[in-house]
């Protein structure tokens, strides 16, 4: 019966991690007034020592001073409501820090990174016990606390199995107790454990107990057998390495919620919801298959690794290098469209018809179709646009070829959701196809991969053309789409073009 006490299931928790390859750190022994102290007082989250190491370790191309700066950032995040201080943080985590450094006497846009999402390697896991944290003048200490590192992203609370009067609600209880005395831990918080030992459910600092889920696989393939308890599945399965950072930076989204009272009065509401195994796997599986089919790959992956090639959620990690990812199985933004005879470069968009480049100015159509070489389609919101109808089934095969930076960003500006506005996806206009067109503002928004010379003449071609129409084109690199979406919509929303035409 000793096998399932409270401090039995830290040991047990403790070694499982190690063996993931976390480093073990016992909370006494790093404690303020300890001999090895990493930190000057109790009401200290974050292992400065170890996230300094960790930024400057990541981010070698960036000044010192800029590293400093980047991680004074985090520390300044004004005390507000919890969840406030959640999104807030989680936002600088999973998009990198904006810095600006000096390239040649010029101000350059740059991101500090606080995790390599790339190479999970390349980071500290420590798992630490029994360490104790002050918050409104009350001591109080976490079973356990994961740090990525030295940043607390995980808390692990536990309860005694063989104790008839504990259960995962006491956990549960016992988290909620934190959050009142000690906030500040849940600033950094991106997943919270409960577990009596045998069972084990994960969930957000929003979540009701209700809403906590066990995670009952360690691979994806098979759910593991009901002789292993769910505690040992959920730290395998979960929380190694790859899928713990897959998870915190894919895979945990904030969603408003408004309520209406009887009285008619509304209010929003923050919700923080992490995914269940089964929304992972699935997830990271459909995006596998979406690319395999476009032939993204250059080749199988290896048998017995069905996704050690894949960019699924997580296998894009970034922090990227300057120009996009260097991961060689994932080029962002490059064209994974079915090829069509007569291009003259693989992996650049040429738009044909009759098997002639496009160049500048519109191509006539046969004589036959003379004097009237496009068809011009009205709408309320915006004037004619020249249309070639042969072109209707190139631009389909590209909205079925399933490119996967494209296919992210329509599903931001999809059926209105972007201040109400009409966007079309693979829009025909003259002899070009462009990646989204937005009648309200007359705004072509292209989604670049990297570009090789030819592609950039043929992209200033095409740009004067819609120019020359009144259109503006906005161009975003297919990295920024994939590794800092927020950031993204951000710029478009504040961008002085995307704005309703009278």
Avoid at 434 to 455: K, L, R, T
């Amino acid at each position: 019966m000793a096998l399932f006490n409270e401090n039995n299931i830290e040991t047990l928790i403790v070694g499982l991690l190690v063996k993931l390859g976390y480093l073990y750190v016992y909370g006494p022994d790093i404690a303020p007034d300890s001999q090895h102290p990493e930190g000057d007082h109790f009401e200290q989250l974050l292992l400065l020592d170890r996230l300094s190491k960790a930024v400057q370790r990541i981010n070698r191309d960036l000044s010192p001073d800029i590293r400093t700066e980047a991680i004074k950032e985090i520390q300044r995040i004004a005390p507000s409501e919890l969840l406030v201080n959640n999104v807030t943080f989680h936002g600088l985590l999973t998009e990198g820090i904006r810095v600006t450094k000096q390239v040649d006497g010029h101000d350059r846009d740059d991101r500090v990174w606080l995790i390599d999402f790339k190479n999970p390697e390349n980071n500290e896991f420590v798992v630490a016990n029994q360490f104790t944290i002050v918050g409104n003048g009350q001591n109080k200490r976490p079973d356990i606390l994961l740090y990525v590192n030295g940043m607390p992203l995980v808390v692990i609370e536990l309860q005694n199995a063989i104790d008839e009067n504990t259960t995962l609600n006491s956990a549960f209880k016992q988290v909620e107790a934190y959050k009142a005395s000690i906030p500040g831990l849940f600033t950094f918080n991106s997943i919270i454990v409960i577990s009596d030992g045998l069972e084990a459910k994960a969930g957000s600092i929003s979540a009701g107990l209700s809403r906590f889920m066990a995670w009952k696989t360690v691979d994806g393939k098979t759910e593991a057998s009901h002789l292993t308890s769910q505690l040992e599945t959920l730290i395998l399965g979960m929380l190694n390495k790859e899928t713990l950072l897959d998870l915190i930076r894919h895979f945990i989204v904030f969603e408003k919620h408004k309520k209406v009272d009887g009285n008619g009065i509304s209010t929003i509401t923050t919700v923080k919801k992490l995914a269940t195994y089964q929304q992972y796997y699935a997830v990271n599986k459909a995006v596998v298959s979406t690319l395999r089919a476009t032939d993204f790959f250059n080749s199988p992956p290896e048998k017995g690794s069905p996704t050690n090639q894949s960019p699924k959620a997580g296998k894009d990690n970034s922090p990227p290098e300057e120009g996009g990812p260097t991961d060689q199985s994932l080029k962002a933004g490059e064209d994974i469209s079915p090829p069509e005879e007569g291009w003259p470069k693989a992996g650049v968009v040429n738009v044909t018809i009759t098997n002639h480049p496009v160049s500048s100015e519109p191509l006539p159509l046969p004589p036959s179709d003379n004097p009237k070489p496009f068809h011009y389609r009205n709408s309320k919101n915006y004037f004619s646009l020249p249309f070639n109808p042969k072109l209707k089934a190139r631009a389909k095969e590209l909205r079925q070829a399933g490119n996967l930076p494209e296919v992210l960003f329509w599903n931001q500006v999809k059926n209105k959701q972007f201040k109400s506005f009409d966007f079309d996806r693979q829009k025909i206009i003259g002899n070009y196809i462009v990646d989204f067109y937005c009648s309200n503002c007359q705004v072509v928004i292209e989604i670049d991969g990297s570009q090789h010379s030819d592609q950039a003449e043929y992209d200033e071609n095409r740009d004067q053309y819609l120019n020359s129409l009144g259109l503006t084109v906005i161009r975003i690199p297919a990295s920024e789409v994939l590794y800092r979406m927020k950031g993204v919509m951000d710029m478009l929303y504040e961008h002085p073009e995307l704005r309703e035409r009278k």
